[in-house]
Structure formats: C-alpha cells, structure tokens
C-alpha cells in the first residue's frame, strides 16, 4: 500500500498529481518491502516508479540502491550522481565511492571521498565514509592506511552508537590483515558487544534501565554537551545512585540540580540515527508485486526490462523530455 511508504518519501510526491503520486508511492514501498529478501524484484519496482517520477530524488536514489544490491554498480553511480544533483545532499556519497570500487577503481573512490570537507557531513555518514574509504586502501595493498582511515573520533570503546558496530568490525578487519590477530579477537568482540547493546537498548521493557550521563565542560563561558549514546562497560545501578546523590545535594543547598539521566527519545535517537536507511518489511509474494502494477492506469505500457539501451535513455544522467507531463503544473488544482 502507498501508506507504507515513509513519509519522507510521501512528502517529495507531493509534486505530483494526486493519481500518479499514489502509483508511485505504491511501487516505492513495494521496492523498500523486497529489496532484502527479493532485490531483482524490488529494482523492477523502482524501475517503474522512476519512469513516473524521474525527478523526484527519492525515486532516483531508490533505484540506484537496488542497482547496487543488484551488483550494478555502473548504473547505481549514474542515479546516485542524479539524486546528489537533484538533491543537492552529500548523504549518499559513502555509496557513490563504494560504487567506485566496485567498478575497480579505488583510487577514484579516494578522489571522490576528499572531494568534500568531512566536518560537514553527519556523523553516521562520516563513519561510512571512513569504512569505505579504508576498504580502498586494502584493495591498493595499503593496509597501515587503511587501518589510519578508521582512527576517528568516533572509533570509541566505551559507547555504542548505531554506526559502531561496522566501524569496530572494519577495524578488527584491517587488524587481521596486518597480523595483529589478539587485537583484531578484541574488536571483533567489541562490534558484538554493541550490536548485543543496541538490541537491549531498543527492546521493549529495556530502555528504563539504561542510564545516559552528561558531562558539562567550562569553555569561555558556554557549556558543551558529551555526545551521548550506550555504554558497554558502565555500571547502571552506580550511575542510578549518583543520580540520587545529587538529587540530594541539591535539595539540601536550596539548588536545582542538573539532570544527569537523558530521555529516553535521546538513547533511541543515539542507536537509530535519523540517515539511517528505514528496515525492509517483510518479503511479499511475487502476486503481491502483480497487484500492485493491475492498479496502474490503463495509459501505462509495460517496461522491457533487462534491456540495457532502454535503461540508459530513461534512467542516464539526462531525462527524458515527456518525464514533464508528470509534474503538476505551478498553478492551482490537483497538486498536492
């Protein structure tokens, strides 16, 4: 159903008509639905949504996903470089260099990484970035560099946030390469070690027993707040107990005292970063995919698929001239 879709997503529709936005929000999240347990049935989803819609970003940057759960990397860089255009957002440049070596050019993948200042983009996305960009280094025979890529701020011990447990693995990974096999045992038990965090975090029931602390740093006169996320190795009913302390002190002094304990919200947004992909839904039958394309409008002619030239006219770096007639025109109607 197009109410699955995110609704993220169902916002950048609304440049469309009414009827063209519902059938393509439909084959958008049958896309999302499959692209795990079924990939080349969900690329013909977003192959059918991006002649609909070819200048809608999420249209495109779907299609260059399952491109690349496809191992169509060419293709996958051509819409990525698309929606980066139309988009004007850096978010998927991690895949964009990946794409790059798995088109066997690595030093392009590094080229491409530097090409912007990694201070500007978020901090799951800078992850990535490292991670792919030290895969490159081992695929140029520079394991001491790929292991240089992944010393950042964020490779940190002590918390698990959404992004860590790839980066510990990746880490460990480089290790292994190097020969350092007791350190490398270490790290690949860290990126268990969080991803058993994460779980326990996001279970239901589990997240009032996580305590989240912050610290307060004097610097000029403004404070600066610890970036917070779950800890592996505290001890919780310790930092329940010097929460209650300074609840105490403060009562006592005539004081308000600081809230040491985040909300809850915060612990969920530290383990599930807003850029993070939404989870595919369950796989759905391949009737569920014909019912879905028996609702299009009758004027809608199937697709050749697996056609190679038809794909690079519709989907290349240049549109086709009547993608026009399925943007809503500027004055009032049936735009949404």
């Given at each position: 159903m197009a109410e699955?879709?995110?609704?993220g997503a169902r916002?950048?529709?609304?440049?469309l008509t009414k009827d063209n936005a519902e059938f393509v929000a439909k084959h958008m999240a049958m896309a999302s639905r499959l692209i795990d347990e079924n990939p080349e049935l969900a690329h013909e989803h977003a192959l059918t949504a991006a002649r609909r819609a070819g200048r809608i970003g999420v249209v495109r940057e779907t299609l260059a996903i399952t491109a690349y759960q496809l191992g169509d990397f060419a293709l996958a860089l051509r819409e990525l470089r698309t929606y980066r255009r139309i988009t004007g957002r850096d978010d998927q440049?991690?895949?964009?260099?990946?794409?790059?070596?798995?088109?066997?050019r690595p030093e392009k993948a590094l080229e491409l990484a530097r090409s912007v200042d990694a201070a500007t983009l978020e901090t799951p996305v800078r992850v990535e970035l490292a991670i792919v960009k030290s895969g490159a280094r081992l695929d140029l025979g520079q394991p001491e560099a790929a292991l240089e890529e992944l010393r950042i701020p964020e490779l940190r011990r002590d918390k698990a946030f959404e992004?860590?447990?790839a980066l510990f693995a990746s880490y460990a990974g480089v290790l292994e390469e190097l020969g350092r096999d007791d350190e490398a045992a270490e790290w690949?038990?860290?990126a268990d070690r969080a991803i058993d965090a994460l779980e326990a975090a996001l279970a239901p029931g589990e997240l009032e027993s996580i305590a989240i602390t912050t610290e307060r740093i004097e610097d000029d006169g403004e404070a600066t707040a610890e970036e917070s996320g779950v800890p592996l190795e505290s001890d919780v009913d310790d930092a329940a107990e010097a929460g209650d302390d300074d609840a105490e002190a403060a009562e006592d002094t005539g004081e308000a005292a600081d809230e040491h304990v985040e909300d809850v919200d915060d612990v969920e947004a530290a383990a599930d970063p807003e850029q993070v992909e939404?989870?595919?839904?369950?796989v759905q039958p391949?009737?569920?995919?014909?019912?879905?394309?028996?609702?299009e409008p009758a004027s809608e002619e199937p697709a050749p698929h697996?056609?190679?030239?038809?794909?690079?006219?519709?989907?290349g770096d240049d549109l086709i001239e009547d993608e026009d007639q399925d943007q809503e025109p500027e004055r009032g109607g049936d735009a949404r």
């Open positions: 699955d879709l995110d609704i916002a950048q529709l609304k440049t440049l991690p895949l964009m260099a990946d794409c790059e070596r798995g088109l066997g992004y860590s447990p690949f038990a860290l939404p989870p595919a839904a369950p391949a009737a569920a995919a014909a019912a879905v394309d028996e609702a697996g056609d190679a030239l038809f794909a690079d006219a519709l989907f």
